[in-house]
């Protein structure tokens, strides 16, 4: 099961025609991972001291219909593959029940020099239940 995060569109998140801009879906994608990770326990700020960050190395979005002003949006996030530096997220954004946005993300872990690291073993056992079996092949 996908963990889940909801928001409402705000004006300032608008473009010119009036719908949802494009780079505001970027942002909503990674408060969606946020959110995933601080409801596991995983505090960016611990992490931080003890010199790990999660770093986006990939994304790929697709934009599947347009969003208003004022609708409300679910986040949805789960992780599809993890590796000894690096993980696979899968997210998508619904709004009521149509999928409006799809992003896969490559996520490392690096050490504060922005160098790629072995995940700690507490970052791999927090993130093991999100592990989903879901595979997008797109």
């Given at each position: 099961?996908?963990?889940?995060?909801?928001?409402?569109?705000?004006?300032?998140?608008?473009?010119?025609y009036g719908?949802?801009?494009?780079s505001a879906?970027?942002?909503?994608?990674?408060?969606?991972?946020?959110?995933?990770?601080?409801?596991?326990?995983?505090?960016?700020?611990?992490?931080?001291?003890?010199?790990?960050?999660?770093?986006?190395?990939?994304?790929?979005?697709?934009?599947?219909?347009?969003?208003?002003?004022?609708?409300?949006?679910?986040?949805?996030?789960?992780?599809?593959?993890?590796?000894?530096?690096?993980?696979?997220?899968?997210?998508?954004?619904?709004?009521?029940?149509?999928?409006?946005?799809?992003?896969?993300?490559?996520?490392?872990?690096?050490?504060?020099?922005?160098?790629?690291?072995?995940?700690?073993?507490?970052?791999?056992?927090?993130?093991?239940?999100?592990?989903?079996?879901?595979?997008?092949?797109?």
């Amino acid at each position: 099961m996908p963990h889940r995060h909801n928001v409402k569109v705000r004006f300032y998140e608008l473009d010119p025609y009036g719908h949802l801009n494009h780079s505001a879906y970027i942002q909503l994608f990674e408060t969606g991972r946020i959110e995933m990770l601080e409801d596991l326990g995983i505090s960016l700020n611990e992490l931080e001291k003890n010199n790990f960050r999660f770093v986006v190395s990939q994304i790929e979005t697709a934009f599947l219909k347009p969003v208003e002003a004022g609708s409300f949006l679910t986040i949805e996030t789960e992780i599809i593959e993890m590796r000894r530096a690096s993980s696979l997220w899968w997210q998508q954004i619904v709004n009521k029940t149509d999928v409006v946005a799809t992003q896969r993300a490559r996520v490392a872990i690096t050490n504060r020099d922005g160098k790629p690291v072995r995940a700690p073993q507490q970052i791999i056992e927090a993130l093991t239940p999100s592990l989903s079996s879901f595979k997008n092949d797109e």
